[in-house]
């Protein structure tokens, strides 16, 4: 044993394929184990699906549509993550790695809530969240309270117990001793409360026919997720930040960017990877392989991996994502709307616009003007980044007026099933939904000879970057309790 083994300290080389966050993190950390590291990157940046478009950001799709953003100095858009809860370890490396960070607002009860093709009368109608939320409530209270007190949860419920839950019920919906909701200020007012005489109105209550046919109450499930409730976070400056955080605690010497893994192979002691560069490819060896790709590009890559291993990647099914920033030249959802940050959320092809959560009271602000999945992802993505925003524009007049296509300085969109590298926005994995159980995917939990792999799509946490870091983790370790055993 050599000194540094004793001392548990690695003395062998790896090389990490891929430079996005699992890969970044799994250079970091055995780096910090002694270990010699070389990452690969297609890109010619770090980061992978952790990227911010800036003033000057210049992309061109698989399809060979170019855009190149033309937001002011100091706007930006986070095309990938965006937002990190607090129980994430990403926290923790923005920390270590000294990335500032600040509120990212995820919930914001005066944002938009809008439905359409919903029977009532609130179909195409924007409504605010606290309206939509002190009334589901409301109204649910009432007819819990009043099941209750007719008796008609006596075969559940003690006569304390009824008792409690009636008290619980007021609380909650915020109805009267008759156990009705007539509606009230946590809705809102016209006028507000004010000066001297002025108590404010409390806008009246939608009805509760309409308010539950339009599915609207349907959204509050979003902000209780263990992974959507506030608070959540995002980096100052842009979601990027911790890329390069990680490139630079990695070293540039130890990173290749614009090296496109062409090939790879567990050789009789080690590992072989072949990748592009300027003047052609490039052989590298090394102890140990880290696999930190996206799985369905993976796949496509030759190498001696056992078949089963190729298959286990091909097999997960990809999600796509898509997200416009627009940039107005002033800030009228705050001006206009008294929104500051959070989240408008449709059930048109948009689904979600975000309200900048940085630059507040700024010159002008970037709205995230669609962030959607699955269909809505890919139907954008088949426009051209002109008609998309025609598109976004258009529907963003829905709920927010005319103002919606007045004074826009600059656009950019991203349809990550055209971006090279990624081909989507994240995976899921045959059989039972999040059900990270399969051979396939125990396969991929250990080592391939002398090649691991990583990423968010090894994880219980797919599409965050916490799920990036902590499978990242564990293949280092890994790596580690081999060399040290
Ligand atoms: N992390 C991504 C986001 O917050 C994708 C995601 C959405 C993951 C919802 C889980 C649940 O938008």
Known sequence: LTRDALHGRGTKSVIVMGGGIAGMTAAYELLKGGYSVTVLEGRDRPGGRNWTVRRGTTFTDLKGQTQTAGFSKGQYMNAGPGRIPQ???????????????????????????????VPGALNGVPVRHRAVKADAYGYT?????????????DAELTAEDKDALISYLRSFGAINSANEYVGGGRRGYAPEPGAHLEAGTPLPQYELSDLFRSTLGNYFSFEMGFDQAMMMYQPIGGMDRIAYAFAEAIGAR?????????????TTDGVAVTYTTANGPKTVTADFAINAMPPHIAAKIPSNMPAGVVAALGSVSRTNAGKIGIEYNRRWWEEDFRIYGGITNANTNIGNMW????????KTGTMIGYYNTGANANFYGALTPAQRLT?????????????????ITASFSQDWASAKFSEAAWVSWPGAVGGQTGAGYRSLLQASGNIYFAGDHLSHAIAWQHGAITSARATVEQIHERVTA
């Open 355 to 362: 309200h900048p959560s940085y630059g507040y009271h700024g």
């Open 141 to 153: 209270a009432e007819l819990l309270a009043k099941a209750t007190s007719q008796g008609a949860l």
């Open 254 to 266: 130890r990173f290749r960017y614009n090296a496109e893994v062409v090939a790879y192979q567990n």
């Open 391 to 407: 598109e976004a524009v258009a529907q963003g007049k829905k709920i927010f007026g005319d103002v919606y296509g007045e004074g």
């Open 87 to 117: 129980m994430h370890v990403t926290l923790d490396y923005c920390k270590e790695l000294g990335v500032p960070i600040e509120v990212f607002t995820n919930q914001n009860a005066d944002a938009f809530l809008y439905r359409e093709n």
